[in-house]
T-cell receptor
Framework: DAKTTQPPSMDCAEGRAANLPCNHS???????VYWYRQIHSQGPQYIIH???NNETNEMASLIITEDRKSSTLILPHATLRDTAVYYCIVDTGKLIFGQGTTLQVKP | DGGITQSPKYLFRKEGQNVTLSCEQN?????MYWYRQDPGQGLRLIYY???????QKGDIAEGYSVSREKKESFPLTVTSAQKNPTAFYLCASSKITGGAYEQYFGPGTRLTVT
């Protein structure tokens, strides 16, 4: 069973920030939070991961709460090409994918 | 070009036949994985291997077999014992960065068994 809870779908206007939430209340101390996305009929793409601190890379930012029970993936300026299913995963190596959040970026 | 290749992209087989899906990586990653994805669903782990000549069952290993004779290669055989083999199969490999596993996926093989 996935250890995370995500909303099944979200909409975002093109050019605006997309904030995707994830709850992982049972996370243990050595488990990382990973985010992947999957565009239709393609293999998932790694986005970012973090342990305790907030992280940023060229694709996104990851904000992890101080108690580590939830996190938010931020796509700062969403484009139509960011329309995809976004998976939040908590694990130590096996990576169990849940249902994810379908993000629809609209013009 | 570094990456993960899976071939073929589409595969058709008759029921009762075994079929082997190819997965090759030139990323020098130690760990490799096989997932299955059904329409509208998330990924389910079939098998994974963290080192050559060793592999572990995932959540849905029944009806599948793997081998890991080389670091670069992790073929998956879908046997006739797999009751519902039609699906999208994804292979991945991962590198370990500071204790975290970053997985990189291949393009997938869509298997149809009739």
């Amino acid at each position: 069973d996935a250890k995370t809870t995500q909303p099944p779908s979200m909409d975002c206007a093109e050019g605006r920030a997309a904030n995707l939430p994830c709850n992982h209340s049972t996370i243990s101390g050595n488990e990382y939070v990973y985010w992947y996305r999957q565009i239709h009929s393609q293999g998932p793409q790694y986005i970012i991961h973090g342990l305790k601190n907030n992280e940023t890379n060229e694709m996104a930012s990851l904000i992890i709460t101080e108690d580590r029970k939830s996190s938010t993936l931020i796509l700062p300026h969403a484009t139509l090409r960011d329309t995809a299913v976004y998976y939040c995963i908590v694990d130590t190596g096996k990576l169990i994918f849940g249902q994810g959040t379908t993000l629809q970026v609209k013009p | 070009d570094g990456g993960i290749t899976q071939s073929p992209k589409y595969l058709f087989r008759k029921e009762g036949q075994n079929v082997t899906l190819s997965c090759e990586q030139n990323l020098n990653h130690d760990a490799m994985y096989w997932y299955r994805q059904d329409p509208g669903q998330g990924l389910r782990l079939i098998y994974y291997s963290q080192i050559v000549n060793d592999f572990q069952k995932g959540d849905i290993a029944e009806g599948y077999s793997v081998s890991r004779e080389k670091k670069e290669s992790f073929p998956l055989t879908v046997t006739s014992a797999q009751k519902n083999p039609t699906a999208f199969y994804l292979c991945a490999s991962s590198k370990i960065t500071g204790g975290a596993y970053e997985q990189y996926f291949g393009p997938g093989t869509r298997l149809t068994v009739t």
